[in-house]
């Protein structure tokens, strides 16, 4: 039998480095897995769902190899200047430092895009987007906003950070994304912190995978902002996360 030559530092190496790397190289280039925290993208997702994030397609978009698509849904970093103004956009670690918590919502528009929103419709290059894949979930539940400011504008002052616009043209190498809750509370979007940079994006949910079953009904309560109930029967919950018929074909491409 052939007897290990490892010194202490091959060992260090074989035992304990070689695993990190491995596991960070898995990570960071080929995919990762994301948990979903609160309710911002009911009824698509819910609260304590983890998706599956393919990172190699983020780093070919970041090198100019495609791009993301009108309906993916995307896990990012809110910009800065917003993280620093809104309490739920930034955490304390140990309160030694603060740090900008991962969001996930729907991109909506992208760059050259003209996005309007009114009386809760969203539209996009002058065409309205069937959004019934979530807006009829909210309309059952009694919650679908259409009168607030966040329903009637691109972007709202009600952060202190952007001005109220019906309509905004989203800047180059920038993503215009919402949550699919479309209740008065229910997401903390682009509509208040705008459009989110390329760098800051993270990747594109791609599946469910966890947990293994849900129930097929959750009942809202538009008032806690919370799910109160779980009805129906349960069904297998691994899936593709496809985008909604709405964006096929997608809406005319903006002027350059």
């Not at 009168?147 to 009600?158: E, K």
């Not at 509509?191 to 994006?201: A, K």
Request: aromatic content about 8%; glycine content about 10%; charged content about 20%.
């Amino acid at each position: 039998m052939n007897k290990s030559t490892l010194g202490p530092l091959g060992k260090l190496w074989k035992e304990l480095l070689e695993p990190l790397v491995f596991a960070l190289v898995i990570t960071q280039f080929l995919g990762t897995l994301v948990g979903v925290s609160g309710v911002s993208m009911m009824p698509t997702l819910r609260d304590r769902e983890r998706v599956f994030v393919p990172k190699y397609e983020t780093w070919l978009h970041k090198v100019g190899v495609g791009n993301f698509q009108r309906g993916d849904i995307l896990i990012f970093k809110p910009p800065r200047e917003a993280a620093a103004q809104i309490p739920n956009l930034h955490k304390s670690a140990l309160g030694l430092w603060t740090y900008r918590p991962s969001l996930i919502k729907r991109l909506i528009g992208l760059p050259g895009d003209r996005v309007r929103v009114s009386g809760g419709e969203v539209f996009v290059n002058g065409v309205k987007l069937d959004s019934s894949w979530t807006t009829d979930y909210w309309r059952e539940q009694g919650c679908w906003d259409t009168q607030s400011d966040l329903a009637n504008n691109a972007t709202s002052s009600g952060a202190g950070i952007l001005q109220d616009q019906p309509e905004i043209t989203v800047p180059a190498g920038q993503y215009f994304v919402m949550g699919d809750n479309r209740t008065a509370g229910g997401s903390e979007d682009s509509r208040l912190f705008g459009p989110v940079p390329l760098r800051d994006i993270a990747g594109r949910a791609a599946a469910v995978v966890w947990p293994i079953t849900r129930r097929t009904n959750a009942r809202y309560d538009c008032a806690r902002e919370s799910v109160v109930g779980l009805s129906g029967k349960a069904v297998l919950n691994w899936r593709v996360l496809v985008r909604p018929p709405g964006f096929t074909p997608p809406q005319k491409a903006a002027s350059k």
